[in-house]
Nanobody, 112 residues
Framework: QVRLVESGGGLVQPGGSLRLSCAAS????????MAWYRQAPGKERELVAS???????NYVDSVKGRFTISRDNVKKTVYLQMNSLKPEDTAVYYC??????WGQGTQVTVSS
């Protein structure tokens, strides 16, 4: 079965950094597209960043220049490096692999 284990969330001050990790099992990792989503209270779930099999990446405009998505096909892990964090980045962040496999989410809170 597909399992996605997320880690790296927490509380950080504005301007700080976090790195989220999503370790995958039960899939052929290298042929799957990967993505990070987030959902803030009262908001719809938003696609933040994606990385495709060929290495191409996409980002929502609000995080461009601050966030970087990457993947390690040996460790079967996808990462989201989050720099210059803002309070509006506060949300539950979810890892998605392929079309329909989701992690449980990890809370990111940016507050002074």
């Amino acid at each position: 079965q597909v399992r996605l284990v997320e880690s790296g969330g927490g509380l950080v001050q504005p301007g700080g950094s976090l790195r989220l990790s999503c370790a995958a099992s039960g899939i052929i990792f290298m042929i799957n597209d990967m993505a990070w989503y987030r959902q803030a209270p009262g908001k719809e779930r938003e696609l933040v960043a994606s990385i495709f099999r060929g290495g191409r990446t996409n980002y929502v405009d609000s995080v461009k220049g601050r966030f970087t998505i990457s993947r390690d096909n040996v460790k079967k892990t996808v990462y989201l490096q989050m720099n210059s964090l803002k309070p509006e980045d506060t949300a539950v962040y979810y890892c998605k692999v392929g079309s329909d496999s989701w992690g449980q989410g990890t809370q990111v809170t940016v507050s002074s």
